[in-house]
């Protein structure tokens, strides 16, 4: 590891990443990495997920592809150094932002989205001028395998290079000494990244996770607020960081809410899901059981039904939760809807206000000064106005959490400036000096 991080330091030393012609030519071997293998990548996630072909295409590859597409357009662009004005007490020189690569960057990701999340940092990385050591989480083995051969066929190690492990390998990691940590995962694993990173003072990006909540107002437009909720949350059997966590639902339209709701899911998934193909399973045992322990918690309205051999947790509906159930003490992330009820938004702000900063926080009202209204109260890394999980996919907004849901962001220009250090520089006369600016001297310029 310690020779990796050595080699690779040397390699950022010979100045090569930085040029625009390298850059875009390994954002393009990257494209070409993933685009000659589609079908391997969607194997793989079918082993590891069951991810179906059409989730592993638009969640993962079609997301990377976009990303990469947008960096090669933008990239020559970022890369300049930006002029900024120079006050009149500086005068005669000028001011620069030059855009500097961090330089040996680690890459840590997380099992949820295993290929997509592993290499959407890669892409700010590569544009920003860096070199990358990733490292994939052992959770999606075939994936995390997958990644390292297809790495280390399309790219020298001394630029871009994966370790795979588990939690001993990651600690070694995190002993060695990066120029940036990008990390996407949970919550107490990101604040043992932030200690490690602080032995030498080492930037951070934390993408963290945490409980979004969605709030449906009695002014809703009710169908189109179930199919989205649905979709939000039973996307990936619930294991996507920014899933609507749980439902806080008005009164006078839950009965009504719910139904749509149990109809969208019939819809999206069947009235057999646990026979469906192409429904994600849940990771591994250990998430199943903490999941299927949940399931005692208020009344089931839907679902309930799991399949411990297979891993696979039906769409579920819990109604009748209170904040004191297991379920709603930590992030769910499966395919479980605890809901809350409300009679008056003031009431559900305060109660928001009390947990930590979410990391996406959805909303469905018609009325703009009720939006306004959340969006001036709640703290929340990103979310949508009667839509869920959308802001994800939308390269012009910065995609990340806010206090405990995460540090810093990426996505687009956001992933670009993510990986570079705005390094500000004066660049100043040598034709004429002020000598009013050394102490003991009296006013005047004096010509160089
Ligand atoms: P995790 O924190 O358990 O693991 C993430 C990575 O950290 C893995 O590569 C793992 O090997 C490593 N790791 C685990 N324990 C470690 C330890 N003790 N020391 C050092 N490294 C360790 O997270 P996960 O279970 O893979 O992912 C689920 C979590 O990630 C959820 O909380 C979810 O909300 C969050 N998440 C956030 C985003 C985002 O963009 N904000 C995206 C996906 C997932």
């Known amino acids: 590891m310690s020779e990796i991080a050595h080699h690779q330091k040397q390699f950022y030393y010979t100045e090569k990443t930085k040029s625009l012609a390298f850059r875009k030519e390994r954002l393009q ?4 990495m993933i685009e000659t293998n589609e079908q391997r990548i969607m194997d793989a996630l079918k082993t590891d997920l069951n991810k179906s072909e059409f989730d592993s295409y638009t969640h993962e590859i079609g997301f990377l592809y976009a990303e990469i597409n947008f960096m090669l357009k933008e990239v020559k662009e970022w890369m300049k150094p930006t002029k900024v004005k120079t006050p009149a007490s500086h005068f005669g020189s000028k001011s620069y932002i030059h855009k500097d690569p961090y330089g040996t960057c680690l890459i840590i990701a997380p099992w949820n989205y295993p290929f997509q999340l592993a290499l959407a940092p890669v892409i700010g990385a590569i544009a920003a001028g860096n070199t990358i050591v990733l490292k994939p989480s052992e959770l999606t083995p075939t994936v995390s395998s997958l990644l390292k051969q297809l790495v280390e066929e399309a790219f020298d190690p001394a630029f871009f290079t994966v370790f795979e492990g588990a939690v001993e390998e990651t600690q070694q990691l ?11 995962g949970s919550v107490p694993v990101g604040k043992i990244v932030m200690e490690k990173a602080a032995k030498h003072v080492t930037p951070v990006i934390l993408e963290l996770g945490g409980k979004s909540p969605v709030i449906v107002d009695e002014d809703a437009k009710l169908d ?14 619930g294991q996507t960081c920014i899933a609507p966590d749980y439902l806080y639902v008005h009164r006078n339209v839950k009965p009504e809410l719910l139904s749509k709701l149990k109809d969208s899911i019939v819809e999206m998934y069947g009235k057999e899901p646990m026979q469906n193909e192409t429904y994600t399973h849940i990771v591994n045992q250990k998430h ?19 399949n411990a051999e297979e891993l696979i947790i039906e769409p579920t509906v819990l109604d009748h939760i209170s904040w004191d159930d297991a379920i709603m003490k930590d992030e769910i992330f499966g395919p479980l809807l605890p809901v809350l009820t409300f009679d008056n938004l003031d009431d559900v702000i305060t109660q928001v206000q009390t947990q930590e900063k979410p990391l996406a926080l959805y909303y469905f009202s018609e009325d703009e000064q009720k939006q306004q209204t959340i969006l001036d109260q709640l703290p929340f890394g990103g979310g949508c106005m009667n839509d869920t999980l959308f802001h994800v ?3 012009h907004l910065p995609f990340g959490g806010v206090g405990p849901s995460g540090l810093g962001s990426y996505h687009g220009k956001a992933s670009f400036d993510a990986f570079t250090h705005q390094k500000s520089v004066v660049y100043q006369t040598t034709k004429f000096d002020f000598s009013f600016r050394y102490p003991g001297s009296k006013l005047g310029l004096s010509i160089v």
């Not at 995190?174 to 996407?184: A, M, S, V």
């Not at 909720?229 to 039973?234: C, E, L, N, V």
């Not at 299927?292 to 309205?301: F, K, Q, R």
Request: aromatic share 14%.
């Open 29 to 32: 071997a990257l494209k070409t």
């Open 174 to 184: 995190l002993e060695q000494r990066f120029d940036l940590i990008f990390f996407t």
């Open 224 to 237: 189109v607020a179930a199919k989205r909720i649905a979709w939000g949350k039973y996307t990936n059997a």
């Open 288 to 306: 199943f059981s903490r999941l299927s322990a949940y399931l005692d918690n208020g009344e089931l309205v839907h679902g309930g039904q799991t």
């Open 393 to 395: 996919a939308n390269p």
